[in-house]
């Protein structure tokens, strides 16, 4: 009886045993087919962003910026479609959507849109100038009606043609050239940087390289050789 007793106390045990070891199996398992579709995921998810920074690369530099300005064309496109269909003005509507500090931007913006930022070339300098010039000119409609009765068909010069150096300019347009090269000449002063020649100084240089260097270290040493100097000078020096 008592083997028998210890037989059944054993197969009554091994039981939940064995199912908890399947359970413990059944959980390992799940939670690997649970990595393994997050590794496959995963996978997918950088080939797919493989592909997209290969084509990014392959894009224009300024690709983002020029679709920027596409999508705001198609956006303003649309928008006066809108407003034609409903019989408004466009610029009138767009105004009222303009809040006062952006409009305040704007205009402080049109004021420095060609400031002075002194000279840092020749070719900025003269783009800079012919902006100016072109700024102000006023065309007269007067004058050019009359000069194209009195040139008649020269007025418009073929090969053929000789009006070359008939042109005589009038007392306002010599005024007015006169009066931009004195300022020019007045502005071109503020910006130099030349020094000038004083002909009472001492001449301890040989060649303009020399001069800089000696302007240079008197500059810098002048303080600590200025007694030395006076000695040299006075023949005193030890």
């Not at 592909?51 to 990014?56: A, G, P, Q």
């Not at 840092?120 to 194209?148: C, F, H, N, V, W």
Request: net charge positive; charged share 40%; hydrophobic share 25%.
């Amino acid at each position: 009886m008592a083997s028998c007793t210890e037989v059944g106390s054993f197969s009554i045990f091994k039981e939940p045993t064995e199912s908890l070891a399947s359970q413990k199996r059944e959980a390992r398992l799940r939670k690997f087919r649970e990595l393994h579709f997050k590794r496959n995921e995963a996978r997918k998810l950088n080939h797919q962003e493989v592909v997209e920074e290969d084509k990014r690369l392959k894009l224009p530099t300024n690709w983002e910026a020029k679709k920027a300005r596409l999508e705001w064309e198609l956006a303003e496109d649309e928008k006066k479609k809108d407003c034609a269909a409903r019989g408004e003005d466009y610029d009138r509507v767009k105004l009222l959507e303009i809040s006062a500090d952006d409009a305040e931007r704007w205009e402080r913006k049109k004021k420095k849109k060609n400031p002075d930022p002194g000279f840092s070339g020749y070719a900025e300098a003269q783009l800079r100038q012919y902006q100016r010039l072109t700024k102000q000119i006023k065309p007269d409609m007067e004058g050019y009606e009359r000069q194209r009765e009195e040139c008649g068909e020269d007025f418009h010069p073929t090969s053929n043609s000789l009006i070359h150096g008939t042109h005589v300019p009038t007392k306002e347009g010599i005024d007015r050239m006169v009066e931009d090269v004195e300022k020019q000449i007045e502005k071109r002063a503020k910006y130099s940087r030349r020094r000038a020649y004083n002909d009472d100084a001492d001449i301890d240089y040989i060649n303009e390289r020399n001069a800089k260097f000696n302007k240079k270290a008197e500059r810098f040493y002048g303080k600590y050789t200025a007694e030395i100097k006076q000695n040299l000078e006075r023949g005193t020096a030890v």
